[in-house]
């Protein structure tokens, strides 16, 4: 995710540098549980973090400080508020946080095999995830039975970021199928 900075990290986040230590001080405080790695001969060619989780408040203060140290949360929240006016609540229950592959490891089926391994691990219980309008992930989500159940907009995050807003999207639990007899 640090090969090629996201969307919202270059829009909303007061430096990529500050992003890469505020990421990892946010992984290690709301706990890598569920963090999976896909691993090619030994090259890490992507991974996915969810959790039951929601991320606190509390962890956003404390990896912003790590990231731009005792004014970054305050940093964070001049030059990241419009990214506010989109936040949707997410449902309880598991969340997939992040799903990335290295941009040269892309379309090669990695992506599809960490979200299909996410999904396994999840088992019975629905499954959601939250992103921008536009991304084009939404394809590979709907193709493993997610759809939107939220969206927001607002002109000031699509000025900053070209994307009308955000979606919420959900895979609800596998319908159980028999009963005994
Ligand atoms: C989304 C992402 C993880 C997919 O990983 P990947 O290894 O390229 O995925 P796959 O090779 O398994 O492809 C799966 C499907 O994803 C869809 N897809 C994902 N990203 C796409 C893109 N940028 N452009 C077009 N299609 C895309 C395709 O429909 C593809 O289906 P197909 O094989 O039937 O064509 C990867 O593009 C990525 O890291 N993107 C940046 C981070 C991101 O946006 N993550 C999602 C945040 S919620």
Redesign the pocket.
Known sequence: ?FA?P?VEQLAFMPSIAGARRFSRAMWSHAGLGEFVVADDDGEVV?FAWWSENGISLRDGVRAAVAGWGPPGPIRLAVKGWPRQLVEIPMPAGPK?F??????L???????????RHVINMVGRGPLS????TD???R???E?HGFSVTAEKLHRAYERRTGSRGRIVMIRPAPETTGSSP
């Open positions: 995710m090629e996201g992507g997939l992040e799903l990335q592959v290295h941009p490891r892309r379309g090669n089926g990695v992506g599809t095999t960490l979200l995830l939250t992103t921008r991304n084009p992930a394809r590979l989500y193709g």
